[in-house]
């Protein structure tokens, strides 16, 4: 678990290993939790805390909720043949890919934008690095980050999302600061139930 109890002073950090040479291949799955009741909790840029939560883990989908300052809703999450989809009525009216099944450096695909942007519009998405690290406000570094960039078609309002194998999202850092970042993270009960 991660926890916090206290909020570091320095600013925050997101750091790429030094050479490509460390990266390999990811894929999608390992990055979806699985488990009815895992939570994260999440420092928002505000001040406040911000929560994503599965409700409940039924016939292979997540069913999850969130808010994010004023941001808040509900939707599914789900594993296909390696990719982890959503489907949210926040982002588009079908099932979205989250991060595509297999991943290396460089990897990149078109899905509507992120709950974290806030548009209907389409974004890109470019995997930066498989090796990232990130701090968290709670002092702990988190490394091994898969980091993936979502602009605009036209290469606007960079957001990078950060997610850590077998825990999902760790934060988010929009084009000038970090949106949120993991401060702590409840794993869930065990396995398939509702």
């Not at 990149?108 to 701090?135: C, M, N």
Request: aromatic share 8%; charged share 20%; proline share 4%.
């Amino acid at each position: 678990m991660v926890s916090s109890a206290a909020v570091a002073t320095e600013p925050p950090t997101a750091r790429q290993p030094a050479t490509a040479t460390t990266e390999a291949t990811r894929l999608g799955a390992e990055y979806f939790i699985q488990k009815a009741g895992a939570s994260w909790t999440y420092q928002l840029q505000s001040g406040g805390k911000g929560k994503v939560s599965i409700n409940s883990f039924v016939e292979w989908k997540a069913s999850f909720s969130f808010s994010l300052g004023k941001k808040s809703g509900s939707g599914t999450w789900r594993v296909k043949e390696g990719q982890w989809l959503e489907r949210s009525s926040s982002r588009a009216e079908g099932e979205v890919v989250v991060l595509p099944a297999v991943m290396t450096r460089g990897s990149r695909w078109q899905a509507p934008a992120s709950i974290e942007k806030g548009t209907r519009d389409l974004s890109q998405y470019e995997v930066l690095a498989l090796d990232a690290q990130v701090d968290l406000p709670n002092g702990i570094n988190v490394e091994h980050c898969l980091a993936v960039l979502e602009t605009g078609l036209d290469g606007s309002a960079p957001h990078t999302h950060y997610y850590a194998a077998n825990i999902g999202k760790v934060g988010v850092r929009g084009p000038e600061d970090w949106l949120f970042r993991l401060v702590e993270f409840r794993s869930g009960s065990r396995g398939h139930q509702e």
